[in-house]
């Protein structure tokens, strides 16, 4: 009752024998058709371009990087070494910022009555680096110019009564800008 499967295996290894692999190319001898394998497609090669696009543009951004004077990459939260804000609302609002950047590192505190919002420590500073990196102003930049930055920056109302600002910049210039609303 016992059957061999050697006949069996016999007609397997001529069918498979038929085709062959040539130079990344399949041949059925039985069809005569060609079969590309590993050939990319228009996805793969538009996808490697644009990758290489990216690198190019990151590379050149890499290099057009802004080094301070200490050596290191000037970004939003080290363009200033210290920044200390207060805008005064009426009914006694305020909304301030206390932010140092020391060698022993970084402290940040943001203050906001108008919005009922404290902020210390890692969620001050991942909130200033949205609001510093729209802040372009330096020591010789006109005192308009930087209200106008500093309400955009932190989406403050312009009928404050009372703006203090001290800034010292990484040249290591200290500036005090106050400006009473009558």
């Known amino acids: ?21 040539d130079g990344g190319k399949a041949t ?8 590309t394998i590993n050939e990319p497609t228009v996805e793969q090669t538009i ?3 644009d990758t290489e696009a990216v690198n ?7 290099a057009t990087v802004e080094i301070g004077q200490n050596g290191e990459e000037v970004t939003a939260l080290n363009l200033y ?14 909304f301030e910022v206390d932010y140092d950047n020391t060698e022993s590192g970084m402290t940040a505190v943001i ?4 919005n009922n919002l404290f902020l210390s420590g890692d ?17 010789n930049t ?19 009564t009372q703006m203090e600002l001290e800034v010292r910049y990484n040249s290591g210039t200290v500036k005090e800008y106050k400006l009473p609303i009558n």
């Open 81 to 94: 070494r210290n920044f200390e804000l207060d805008v005064e609302y009426a009914n006694d609002i305020s």
């Open 28 to 35: 059925n001898l039985e069809t005569n058709s060609n079969l």
């Open 56 to 62: 190019n543009q990151h590379a050149n951004e890499r």
């Open 123 to 139: 969620e001050a500073k991942n909130s200033l680096i949205k609001n510093f990196e729209l802040l372009t102003f330096d020591e």
């Open 1 to 21: 009752m016992r059957k061999s499967i050697f006949p069996f295996l016999f007609i397997l290894v001529p069918l498979f024998g038929c085709n062959s692999v």
């Open 142 to 160: 006109e005192e308009s110019e930087i209200v106008t930055q500093i309400l955009t920056a932190f989406n403050l109302n312009e009928d404050f």
């Open 111 to 114: 203050e906001d009555e108008v």
């Open 47 to 49: 996808t490697q371009e």
